[in-house]
């Protein structure tokens, strides 16, 4: 069966600080992989997708970058955090239907 | 257009008692709504799904329909427990742009005991 993994779980980050991500899927080949980030008690916003190795579409400007290392690895980034990055990263894939998305436990960022 | 309207924003509701989420699409290309259940701390969890082709769609206590013509989908669940209570998120597929997921706001649903 199928598994998503995102790490850490939780991550306290300064202001200007670098960041890294991960999201990992086992038990599957080829899946398009998405990152999402949910403010506190508000909706999911699509930041990044990929439909395979090194293939990245961004969604919205920001502060953020996304990469692609491996089929089932995608990675989210940033050079400089922002009071404003802090929020709730989810990291989703789809298998090769390219319809039902299945969500990772996410990871809570809290830039200080 | 890729909007997904979702009403209402939070529910409450007497163990026991039906709750319903009423979502609208804008885009007449969309064919597959899935309907995803997200508890406090937690990744969104798929709870049930419909495509363009059928009009309702049950699994135990939960239910979805479908309006193709007027572009509106509902999530109903029976006999509401405890556990029921999270926060509910629609969404519509959009084939035509990369088979994105467009979301709606979300609905809080808070099953008093």
């Known amino acids: 069966s199928q598994t998503i993994h995102q790490w850490p779980a939780t991550l306290v980050q300064p202001v200007g600080s670098p960041l890294s991500l991960e999201c990992t899927v086992e038990?599957?080949?080829?899946?398009?992989l998405y990152w999402y980030r949910q403010a506190a008690g508000r909706g999911l916003q699509l930041l990044f997708y990929?439909?395979?190795?090194?293939?990245i579409s961004s969604e919205v400007p920001q502060n953020l970058s996304a990469s692609r290392p491996q089929d089932r690895q995608f990675i989210l980034s940033s050079k400089k955090l922002l009071l404003s990055d802090s929020g709730f990263y989810l990291c989703?894939?789809?298998?090769?239907?390219?319809?039902?998305?299945?969500f990772g436990p996410g990871t809570r960022l809290l830039v200080l | 257009g890729e909007n997904v309207e979702q009403h209402p924003s939070t529910l409450s509701v007497q163990e026991g008692d039906s709750a319903v989420i009423k979502c609208t699409y804008s885009?007449?290309?969309?064919?597959?709504f899935p309907w995803y259940k997200q508890e406090l701390g937690k990744g969104p969890q798929l709870i049930i799904d419909i495509r363009s082709n059928v009009g309702e769609k049950k699994d135990q206590r939960i239910a979805v329909t479908l309006n193709k013509t007027a572009k509106h989908f509902s999530l109903h669940i029976t006999e509401t427990q405890p556990e029921d209570s999270a926060v509910y998120f629609c969404a519509a597929l959009f084939p035509l742009r990369d088979y994105k997921l467009s979301f709606g706001a979300g609905t809080t649903v808070t099953v008093r005991a």
């Open positions: 885009d007449s290309a969309s064919n597959y």
């Open positions: 038990g599957t080949s080829n899946p398009n």
């Open positions: 989703a894939w789809t298998g090769n239907e390219r319809e039902t998305q299945y």
């Open positions: 990929s439909v395979g190795i090194g293939q």
